[in-house]
Structure formats: structure tokens, C-alpha cells
């Protein structure tokens, strides 16, 4: 049914629509009684269909639909794809809705179409008057995420990089080229987010006249070598891209910078440099295989810094001097192959800043487990401790996971799933002499296979005089353990004990992992 066509059912039940109630002697009209701000909510989360629609069942519905601050059009459904009859009767209602809001502002606009066949230049011309439009209409923030057929590429208008308000801009075009037009201003943008989108030198030096607070690039490709050196910059997100002309170089610098999130590949073929001038930094999360010319400055004001490196053996030199760049940070992540690396440096690791310690380890095996205390003896003013590891997600959605990075990840590893992990009791983190038993105030630890989880909880609760809380998560088949550990000595501490049973690993928690 077309929309033209709903319109004659829709104004015969207008009563209904509007939240008119029919009884025996009354009718209320609870839809017409609500507040213009309450409506105007309710209609920014109603599809562009049924907003159109929603315009012929009275005039206040016809006035307020133009003036809904968020409006998401998405025409991105298979339904417009198999008719070109309903294809066109949207753009043609999109056209005639867009023009009608004349000054109406816009707070969001978020555009998702897929452009195919013989028409996507003239799709193309008439989706950027919309964007137009939006412009004259004060637009704030402004998504395009659009589908387009090869060869095809997408120009910002003019008008668009010319628009005062306009403070956030998101494209995604699909591994497609991204083009701007003759004469390019710098505009007002603060927030640029890229997404799967091909850009040239010249989009790159437009992108560094901004003056931008955040910068998001989602595997962006077309320039080998980046400098990002503007100066208004607070907040930067790479996430590396498989491709031959993928980001091999990278410079960040700027003296506001306070996050930087760097998402790179698991194995070596993953950024030739990375270099890094932020001193007044406070978050810094790096993900993946980045150690080749890895170059940190110091961070003095780091508060949280969050390391996945996956390091080589022979790494632990250049691993060292990370760490001596990060040692003021107050909170501290780090992957399983990160802390085996360390192990093997120089010397001790200088971390005494550090009150909050989290490890993602697979399990904690007898050979994990001096690589811990290690770290820990560095810590002396720890007072939150976690350890999580997730056997089960990794081995039981391992086919999943490898399918997910496309085969990166390697065979699986059935030796290290059957590590022995029940060599180091109570009297073996006794002899550790750990300083931060006495700070302690926080710990959560995941039981994986093995007995060394539990031996650590028992002897934190019978050593930790401070603790407050501890978290222990268990499976099903674990639920002995949990008789364990109530049975530990707890007369030094008065510490919560708090048992959780661990569900079963999904493909949700998969994707949750790999965010």
C-alpha cells in the first residue's frame, strides 16, 4: 500500500490515531492532551513512513511532524530495493517533507540508503539537496551511511561544509571514495567520525584545517602516512584497515589530547610507525600488533591506559620503555601475552602509581602465574585487583572467533588449554612478599580450569587486612569451590564474599570481546 494511499484510512480513523478512546458516553483524546516536547520525543523515534503518514491524520500532527528535531530516514531496506514503484514514491514524499520544514530546525539527521542500478546519480543529486535542506535548516548533527555501487563516489556539498551549526559529521560509504567539492571551506565541524570511506591527500589536509575536538577513523584507507597534529584535539580513535593502501604511518600530537584509542591487526603486518606527543594525555588504549617503531612520549597526567599488544618474545626491550612511559597511570589493563612478555625485561617494572590492575588471561596457568606476581610486586599501592579470564568464550566460540578475523588469530591452541594450573597454593604467594596485600581493598577473580584462582582467593582473604569486597565468578561445575573458599580463614579482613555463576558464552558476548 502506498503512502498516498494510506492516506484515506489514516483520516478516517484519526480519532483512533490521535489516542482517542470511544466509549458508551465519553470520548477522550489522550494524544491531543500530551505536552508538544512529550509528542515531539515520541515522534523522533518513529520511522520516516510513518512520520509522513502520521502528517494526514490531523493538523497538529502535520505541524509538530515538521518540526520533530531528530529525523532518521533509512531507505536501506530490501523492500525499496526489489520496487522501484516504492523507491520512488519515497523520494518523492521525502522530497515534498524535507522542502515543507522551510526553517524548521534540525537537531539529527541520519541518512541510510543504498544506492543500485542506473539511477544513483540522480538518487545522489536529490539525497544532497536533502542535506542541503538540513543545512538552511540549522543542522547539528548530521550520519550518512550509504551503500554504493563500485566505481561510484560521494561529494559532500558545498552548502553542507558551509553550514555554521553544524557540529558532528558521520559518513560510512562502504569502502567507497569520499570527495569534496572545488572549493572546500573549513567549516565549524567539532566532531568527524569516517567510517569505511576511501579519501585522497586533500581530504586529509581539509580534515587537518578543522578545528576538531574528536576524530574517529574506522578503516579508512588512501593515505599510507598521517599526521595529526590539530590543535584543538581531545579525543582520537584509529581502528586499522586491511587493505593495501590502508594508515602504515601515523603521527598523533597535540597538546589537548586527553584520549587515544589505536585498534590494530593481531599479527605483524600492522602499522610500519607509530608515534605519540600528548603530555597532558589521560586515556590511552592501544589494540593489537603495534610494536614495530612504537614511540611513546611521557604521559604525566595518564590515568587509565589499556595495553593489547600481543608482543613478540624478543619485544620485552621496547616493552619496557611503554611502561616507562605509562607509569603514572593510576589503572592499568593488560592482555595475556603483554604480561608474559614482561616477565623477561630488564628489570623491575616501575608501577607504583597504579591502584587498579586488570588482566585478561585465558587461564591462569603455573606459567602465567610468576608473570602476575611479577607485575604485582611492581604495585605497591594496589588497592582493586582483577583477573578475568574466559576459557570457555575463547575454546568453545574459537571457530567463531577465527572466523570473525578472518583467520588471523592462528590454529587453535589445545596445549595451552590443557596447561597445568594448580601448581602455586597459598605458601607460593606467601614467599612473593607482595606489598599490596596490605592496600588491597577490591578483587574480582574469574575460576577457569585448575585450582590456582581458588589459592589466590584463599590466601588474599586470610592476608588482605583492608579488603572490603571480593567477587568470585564460577560455573556450574565450580560450585565446590565456592565451599573453598567459605571455608578460608577470614579473621583478618571483614571482606564481602560474593559468589556469581557465569553464563554460557555467546556469539553476543563474542562481538561484546571484540568491540
Known amino acids: 500500500m502506498s503512502i498516498m494511499e494510506d492516506k484515506h484510512n489514516l483520516g478516517a480513523t484519526s480519532a483512533q490515531a490521535q489516542g482517542v478512546v470511544v466509549g458508551s458516553d465519553t470520548l477522550i483524546d489522550r494524544f491531543s492532551a500530551l505536552p508538544n516536547e512529550v509528542v515531539l520525543h515520541i515522534m523522533s523515534s518513529t520511522e520516516i513512513k510513518d512520520l509522513i503518514r502520521l502528517r494526514c491524520v ?31 514514491n519515497l523520494l518523492n514524499h521525502l522530497d515534498r517533507f524535507l522542502m515543507q520544514r522551510k526553517d524548521c530546525k534540525i537537531g539529527r539527521l541520519r541518512i541510510a540508503w543504498s544506492f543500485n542500478g542506473a539511477n544513483t546519480s540522480e538518487e545522489q543529486f536529490r539525497i544532497a539537496t536533502w542535506i542541503i535542506t538540513a ?11 550509504f551503500s554504493i555501487d563500485n566505481g561510484s563516489t560521494f561529494e559532500l556539498p558545498y552548502d553542507l561544509l558551509d553550514c555554521s551549526t553544524l557540529k558532528t559529521l558521520k559518513v560510512n560509504l562502504s569502502s567507497k571514495t569520499l570527495r569534496l567539492p572545488a572549493l572546500a571551506v573549513p567549516s565549524n565541524l567539532q566532531r568527524l567520525h569516517l567510517k569505511e570511506v576511501i579519501i585522497s591527500e586533500e581530504v586529509w589536509k581539509w580534515i587537518s584545517s578543522l578545528h576538531l575536538t574528536e576524530l574517529r577513523l574506522e578503516h579508512v584507507n588512501g593515505v599510507g602516512s598521517v599526521t595529526v597534529e590539530i590543535p584543538s584535539l581531545i579525543k582520537f580513535h584509529l581502528e586499522f584497515a586491511y587493505s593495501q593502501n590502508r594508515i602504515s604511518k601515523l603521527l598523533i600530537s597535540g597538546d589537548k589530547l586527553e ?23 589521560r586515556r ?24 593489547f599488544l600481543s608482543p613478540k618474545a624478543d619485544d620485552n626491550g621496547e616493552l619496557f620503555e611503554v611502561f616507562s612511559s605509562i607509569r603514572k597511570t593510576k589503572v592499568l589493563h593488560l592482555d595475556e601475552k603483554t604480561i608474559e612478555v614482561l616477565r623477561d625485561g630488564p628489570v623491575q617494572l616501575p608501577l607504583h602509581d597504579i591502584s587498579c590492575f586488570r588482566a585478561y588471561l585465558e587461564r591462569l596457568t603455573d606459567d602465567i602465574v610468576p608473570s602476575i606476581a611479577h607485575l604485582l610486586r611492581g604495585m605497591p599501592n594496589l588497592n582493586t585487583l582483577f583477573i578475568a579470564t574466559s576459557p570457555s568464550l575463547v575454546y568453545e566460540l574459537f571457530p567463531y572467533y577465527n572466523w570473525f578475523y578472518g583467520g588471523r588469530l592462528g590454529p587453535y591452541d589445545e596445549v595451552k588449554e590443557n596447561a597445568p594450573a594448580s601448581g602455586c597454593n ?32 584463599c590466601y588474599i582473604l586470610e592476608n588482605a587486612k583492608n579488603l572490603k569486597k571480593m567477587v568470585i565468578i564460577h560455573t556450574y561445575h565450580q560450585s565446590p569451590a565456592v565451599r573453598m573458599i567459605n571455608a578460608c580463614n577470614l579473621r583478618s579482613c571483614d571482606a564481602r564474599v560474593l559468589f556469581y555463576r557465569r553464563k554460557k558464552p555467546t556469539l553476543k558476548d563474542l562481538y561484546a570481546i571484540s568491540m
Open 426 to 457: 597459598k605458601s607460593y604467594w606467601s614467599s612473593q612478599n607482595l606489598a599490596c596485600i596490605d592496600q588491597l581493598k577490591e578483587v574480582r577473580l574469574e575460576l577457569s580450569k585448575g585450582t590456582n584462582e581458588l589459592e589466590l582467593a
Open 259 to 281: 584520549d587515544i584509542e589505536v585498534r590494530g591487526p593481531f599479527n605483524e603486518r600492522g602499522l610500519d610507525s607509530l608515534k605519540i606527543v600528548a603530555p597532558n594525555l
Open 135 to 145: 543545512g538552511s535548516c540549522n543542522i547539528e548533527d548530521l550520519e550518512l551511511d
Open 284 to 307: 590511552l588504549k592501544l589494540l593489537g600488533y603495534l610494536m614495530n617503531q612504537l614511540c611513546l612520549g611521557r604521559f604525566t597526567f595518564l590515568e587509565k591506559a589499556e595495553l
Open 58 to 88: 490531523s493538523k497538529k500532527c502535520k505541524k509538530l511532524s515538521l518540526s520533530v528535531p531528530s529525523i532518521n530516514i533509512d531507505g536501506s531496506s530490501s523492500i525499496y530495493k526489489k520496487s522501484k514503484s516504492k523507491r520512488l
